[in-house]
């Protein structure tokens, strides 16, 4: 993309609280905007991380204390405008954070450009609950989601939906940040559940149970893209994912540029319905048995691979926010099907093989060697220091428990919304024991 086609005039802040150091989508970021020529301003801590060494960050700037409150990140905002002195375009690349701007709006205006969002839209799509009842609003289809009122009806609801089943923390963005819980995982067993649902206080939102989609080959799915002033999705593109980090449920280490009709048609008619304005990421779960696609996460921010969907004129989504919110045209591209989007560290076998229809690199670049290098380093330091862990669960034997519970039940909804589980009958709210 020419630099020409961008108001260069013009900062970008990049803004997130999640302290992970191999963030890759950061990385992109800042390489996306630096490349054209704009001036990138970085609130995050990247102590330690390689996204510090790239030589497209203008300035970084102190992040807010880990778990700050939505204020406190819009103090922080408004601290580095003070310093910048000038209208910029702000980006938040972790759900916090762009909860955090949807709270502040009013406030954060008249120092930073900002989509015209409407109300408190990003925080409602981002809670995990609030998402099943969108998609029943919808009527874009998500498996049937549960949210118990107790560890033992968590266990009901566990046996209700069938054994695996999955579970999510509403509000992943206030899990403690030194705290082992994870955003999402596969329950085997209604004990599991309960005990899960007896660290909500510690979780700080509310647990949900919802029925596990089998993940496979061609099953997994992803949309990005950009809403601009009118309302037209520009940029951005359906992928498919190929390999997962962890497997099975995590998040993209290989993924492909994919035509994907009905991914793209259900990806319009949320944000369209929804009157949302800004960058989205959306996961989608294709059912084996029914073909459906299931929108399992909206992401109201760039997904970590969204340099995968870079067009033939160079637009990827966080250029065309800048480009929209600047008042620039956006550059009609063509998509480029076929192309990759590889993390060297989570899929290095990816990285060497031949890529006919292109690809790029989460870390390495030839414009912007260091941080790749630095990644490598860092990850061989991680690797040694997982490495105990990981062999002696490699040697431990399961004990005599029921977390390899084999499928109990599996229930069927004729509508995707959450229900409660007080709503179970009384056969269905057994005791698993």
Known sequence: MSVSLLDTRVPAVLVRTDRNP?????????????RAGVDVHL?????GSPVRRSRFVRQLHPPPLPGAASADIAHALLRVASQIARPAVLIPLDDASAVAVGRARAELAPAFLLPQQPGPLAERVADKAELAA???????????TLIPDSATEAAAVAWHL??????KWSRPWLLPADSDLRSTVVVRSARQARELYLRTEEAGSRLLLQAFLPPGPDLDWFCHGYVDRTGTVRGGGPGRKLHA????AGLTAVG???????VWALSERVVGELGYRGIFD???RRCATTGDYHLLDFNPRPGAQFRLFTDTAGLDVVRAQHLDLTHRPLPEGAPRPGRAFVVENYAPLSALRPAPAGRELAWHAPDDLAPGWAMWALWARHAARRLPTRLRRLCERP?????????????????PQPLTAGSLADDEKANSY
Not at 22 to 34: E, I, N, Q
Not at 245 to 248: E, K, L, V
Not at 256 to 262: K, Y
């Open 22 to 34: 191999f963030h890759h989508g950061t990385l992109g970021a800042v390489r996306s905007l630096g």
């Open 43 to 47: 609130i995050a801590d990247v102590d």
């Open 134 to 144: 969108v998609c029943a609003a919808v009527g874009v289809p998500h498996p049937l």
């Open 162 to 167: 069938g054994l695996p089943a999955v579970a």
């Open 245 to 248: 980090w962890p497997r099975g």
């Open 256 to 262: 492909h540029w994919t035509p994907n009709a009905s």
């Open 282 to 284: 959306l996961d989608f």
């Open 399 to 415: 004990g005599p428990d029921d977390t390899q519970a084999r499928v109990v039940r599996q229930a069927v909804a004729d509508t």
